[in-house]
């Protein structure tokens, strides 16, 4: 289970790694292969994915905690 405050909408990929235990090339696979996130590119040259709630619970059900 994962315990997010109500006030938040939107997470960085950083958050959610850190929330889930999920590591960043396995939650970028998922993420894409299960269309959940959004990428921002904002005028940056590296894009930033953007999860909400809703996409933070599924991937928590769906991939379980990284061991490497």
């Known amino acids: ?5 109500s006030s938040q909408k939107s997470f960085t990929e950083q958050e ?9 090339e ?12 959004s990428l921002e ?3 940056v040259t590296t894009p930033t994915w953007r ?3 809703t996409d933070l619970s599924i991937m928590a ?3 379980p905690r990284c061991d490497h």
């Open 26 to 37: 396995h939650l970028r696979g998922l993420a894409a292969t299960r269309h959940l996130g």
């Open 16 to 24: 959610v790694v850190n929330l889930t235990g999920i590591c960043s």
């Open 61 to 63: 059900v769906l991939h």
């Open 41 to 43: 590119t904002n005028g």
């Open 1 to 5: 289970m994962v315990r997010v405050k």
């Open 51 to 53: 999860f909400t709630t």
